[in-house]
């Protein structure tokens, strides 16, 4: 054990008190990030009505999120390793804030994209710093279900982004809705700031020039490429469809009115907070059995796969449980962090995670806008919304990309095995 590791053993509170002062902070982060992802799902007819946005305006303007989020990923990797998560996330969350407040003030896509880009940049570290801070204060073999556990949480916050956002705006509109987040997540930055202990390091953080030269030994590792493509891929359809494009589909394809679209993606959001909570603790235990963790997320992407195949080709328009298991599956890829966490030192785990990131949210921004693109290749479908068959074509533009790199990485495997 390190240095580092051996006093943050010493020096941390009990299980029970690391749930109020680290996960119960951080995990309100990650929840409202996620409220932020998915908001669009349900305001996109206020929005397009209001503002007058296409297909692909749509796309791109939800899509600024995942951008800026991207762009940061690689500084936020050397920031957090460098100053800890508590201090990073704290002044984050203000950015976020002060492009909520934008976004509620926006009269034009020029001054929307901008908020949401702000609010991207600014949530860009909800999941990241949770992630470092567990490697933290949590013991390794705790990894997976902590993970887990938050990204259940996170799954909460889309839950509250589809139903109980439809209600609330029978009270406001969309810019009361961004309004309320703006100060939500003041108050969320301050709590992280005054209650999360802060790790006392042993030593002076490495140089930068240092911290830039081991990112460049993550991005170089052959286990890095083989895993990444598959868990970008997976994540960025996930994140893509959930937070935008499911509910058009509903609409256009299940013909779903306002209030059971918002049931459906309630239901959605609360299959991806219990299979988030279930992969994690089940992980965990599986391996305690032998079961490695990479042998999980390959079985468990073919499950979501399967899934993505029954949507696509609108077997069951109308039915539920399709949906269901999209959302229980839909964070597996999430198995692949506490494997690469392992590989190299937790002085690295920042620049581990942001490192996968930076693909997976340039992988959603790509996602979310391509879907749009193709959609709008088709003429308009029978209800005056999106052909039918426009979906068919761009969700199984994504699921072959998937296959894909899948095969990838299971041919790599083989090919690793044979040497």
Not at 126 to 136: D, E, G, H, K, Y
Not at 149 to 177: C, F, H, K, N, Q
């Amino acid at each position: 054990m390190t240095q580092d590791a051996s006093s943050a053993a010493t020096a941390a509170p009990s299980y029970g008190r690391l749930a109020f002062v680290v996960f119960a902070p951080f995990a309100a982060g990650y929840f409202l990030s996620y409220v932020y992802r998915s908001t669009n799902a349900v305001i996109a007819p206020q929005l397009v009505a209001e503002i007058g946005l296409s297909a692909s305006d749509l796309g791109f303007l939800t899509s600024m999120y995942f951008l800026t989020f991207s762009l940061f990923q690689l500084p936020l990797g050397i920031l957090l390793d460098r100053y800890g998560p508590r201090r990073v996330q704290t002044a984050l969350l203000l950015v976020a804030a002060s492009g909520a407040a934008l976004y509620a003030l926006g009269n034009d896509m020029t001054t929307l994209a901008i908020g949401r880009g702000l609010v991207g940049l600014g949530v860009s570290g909800c999941l990241m710093a949770s992630l470092t801070i567990f490697t933290i204060w949590y013991p390794e073999r705790l990894w997976p279900m902590m993970n887990g556990l938050v990204l259940g949480i996170g799954g909460l916050g889309a839950a509250a982004a589809t139903t109980p956002l439809e209600m609330s705006l029978a009270y406001t509109d969309w810019r009361g809705v961004y309004f309320g987040l703006a100060a939500a997540t003041v108050l969320v930055s301050l709590l992280i700031f005054s209650v999360v202990p802060e790790h006392q390091r042993t030593g002076a953080p490495a140089k930068l020039a240092t911290q830039v030269r081991e990112l460049g030994q993550i991005l170089t590792s052959g286990l890095y490429w083989r895993l990444v493509p598959v868990l970008v891929l997976s994540l960025s359809v996930n994140l893509a469809i959930q937070t935008l494009w499911a509910g058009p589909w509903l609409r256009d394809v299940a013909d779903f009115d306002r209030d059971q679209i918002a049931g459906f993606l309630f239901i959605l959001a609360v299959a991806l907070t219990i299979g988030s909570i279930i992969v994690g603790i089940a992980a965990t235990r599986l391996e305690k059995a032998g079961v490695p963790l990479l042998t999980q997320f390959f079985v468990a992407q073919v499950g979501f796969l399967g899934f993505q195949v029954i949507i696509a080709l609108q077997w069951f328009p109308g039915a539920l449980w399709p949906w269901i298991g999209f959302g229980f599956f839909a964070n597996v890829g999430m198995l692949v962090y506490p494997i690469l966490f392992r590989v190299f030192p937790k002085s690295f785990t920042g620049r581990v995670s942001t490192g996968i990131n930076v693909l997976v949210f340039g992988g959603v921004f790509l996602t979310q806008y391509l879907i749009g693109a193709i959609i709008d290749l088709w003429p308009a479908g029978p209800g005056g919304g999106y052909h039918p068959d426009a979906y068919t074509a761009a969700f199984g533009a994504v699921i072959a990309a998937q296959i894909f790199a899948l095969a990838w990485a299971l041919l790599f495997r083989t090919k690793r095995t044979a040497e």
